[in-house]
């Protein structure tokens, strides 16, 4: 399948431009971005589109806005976690064995409704398949996805879910909102990933939203304990955009 052509909103386009003269060191904590008025004619885009690409950067902690002065470059945060998730790539960089096991359409239940914003008994695609290295299951994924999205051929289908999604996405994502548990797998998962009695496993929830910061897919992934790895580290960092 040919890989789908990611249609960038102009406001998105806007915001990475700002962000990455930001983080360039282009422009500095404090200083005064330029105006909407400025934007406006740099881009040929109304002022609306200007609006929703300043609030993109606002939302993400680059900008700050004062009513009647403009907007100015904020220090950034240093609460953002980085988070690693094994076994998306093995230690080498290389991507697991994939086994798939379904790609079909579904009713929605409460969850995947409540995740989706849709209304439960919708129609959604989920994708089944399970991860694993030298021949090992380490991972039992389940995706779930618009109806309409051709999933006819899918390529690299181990990559991690977020990369995986934005393939087959119409637009890009914003960013990904994780749930992590530890508690009992449900059978399926259980059988998939060999887990002893009782099956206590890692469950990793990733709701991933669009540059519209509209819900775009949901994974629920089981991981067996011993092939799972959470790194965390802090830094002067921002939200991704």
């Not at 806005?65 to 690693?84: A, K, N, Q, T």
């Not at 259980?190 to 540059?211: R, T």
Request: glycine share 8%; charged share 25%; net charge negative.
């Amino acid at each position: 399948m040919a890989q789908k052509r990611v249609a960038v909103p102009v406001y998105y386009g806007i915001a990475t431009d700002l962000r990455d003269a930001i983080e360039s060191g282009e422009l500095s904590p404090g200083e005064l971005i330029p105006s909407e008025a400025q934007l406006c004619e740099t881009y040929g885009v109304s002022r609306m589109t200007v609006r929703q690409g300043l609030n993109l950067l606002s939302e993400a902690g680059y900008i700050n806005s004062v009513p009647g002065r403009g907007s100015f470059v904020v220090h950034p945060s240093y609460e953002r976690v980085l988070i690693e998730v094994q076994p998306t790539r093995l230690p080498d960089g290389s991507l697991p064995d994939c086994l798939m096991l379904e790609i079909g359409f579904h009713r929605a239940d409460s969850s995947v409704a409540q995740a989706l914003d849709i209304d439960e008994g919708a129609d959604v695609q989920v994708i089944r398949r399970v991860l694993g290295a030298n021949g090992d299951p380490i991972c039992f994924d389940r995706i779930f996805v618009p109806p309409d999205w051709d999933l006819n051929e899918i390529e690299e289908e181990a990559a991690p879910v977020a990369q995986f999604v934005s393939r087959l996405a119409e637009h890009p994502f914003l960013h990904v909102k994780l749930t992590i548990r530890g508690r009992e797998a449900e059978p399926e998962a259980a059988a998939h990933l060999k887990l002893p009695e009782p099956p206590f496993a890692i469950h990793v929830e990733q709701q991933i939203l669009s540059a519209e910061a509209d819900p775009v897919a949901w994974a629920v992934s089981v991981f067996d304990p011993e092939g799972y790895r959470l790194k965390g580290e802090f830094g002067p960092v921002r939200r991704r955009l």
